[in-house]
Each structure stands twice: as structure tokens, then as C-alpha cells.
């Protein structure tokens, strides 16, 4: 019944940026959290940054500085802002919350 979409991913040149969003339905605010995710080709999945509803947020120590998430009033978006993207942030990117994920959306950076 929870439903999470990810949109704004593509292709972007290293040092730029781009805003992803996480449509999310269905679900009640007794939830903690939620996260951000992503997964390369060949590697394990990987957290990136969460935001519970409190407005507590929490990031991967790498990515303080360059990544940030935040949310809309009523929960039904919540984004990630990504500053000073490296190739090496190329990866799926997926939204999650409690059990249930999204379908991903591809962030690429590459020159």
C-alpha cells in the first residue's frame, strides 16, 4: 500500500548538481524515518541521508557537506539535494521507508 516514486535523475557533468524527489503514499507518520539510498553496478547498497518526522536528519559521513535532505510540509515529497557531484556517485538512487522502496533513479556523472 506504501507507495514511493523517485524521480530527477540523469546525466550531469562532475562539479554539478542535481535535486531528486521521493513521492511517498500511504503511509502513516508513526514511521521513523525516511532515507535515501544508492547502489552502484557490482556494489552493495548504501546510505546516503535520512530525515525522520521530527526533522532530525542524518547523513553518510562522506556526503556531509555536498548532499542534503529535507521534505515538504504534508510528507508527500521528500528530496535530496546534490552539490559538487563526483563520478563516483554514479549509482541508483533509492528511497525508502521501513520495509518498503522505490524503484530507484539512475544519477550518472560523467564528463
Known amino acids: 500500500q506504501v507507495q514511493l516514486v523517485e524521480s530527477g535523475g540523469g546525466l550531469v557533468q562532475p562539479g554539478g548538481s542535481l535535486r531528486l524527489s521521493c513521492a511517498a503514499s500511504?503511509?502513516?507518520?508513526?514511521?521513523?524515518?525516511i532515507g535515501w539510498y544508492r547502489q552502484a553496478p557490482g556494489k552493495q547498497r548504501e546510505f546516503v541521508a535520512r530525515?525522520?518526522?521530527?526533522?532530525?536528519?542524518d547523513y553518510a559521513d562522506s556526503l556531509k557537506g555536498r548532499f542534503t535532505i529535507s521534505r515538504d510540509n504534508a510528507w508527500k515529497t521528500v528530496f535530496l539535494q546534490m552539490n559538487s557531484l563526483k563520478p563516483e556517485d554514479t549509482a541508483v538512487y533509492y528511497c525508502?521507508?521501513?520495509?518498503?522502496w522505490g524503484q530507484g533513479t539512475q544519477v550518472t556523472v560523467s564528463s
Open positions: 525508502n521507508i521501513g520495509k518498503y
Open positions: 500511504g503511509f502513516t507518520l508513526d514511521y521513523y524515518a
Open positions: 530525515i525522520s518526522h521530527s526533522d532530525t536528519t
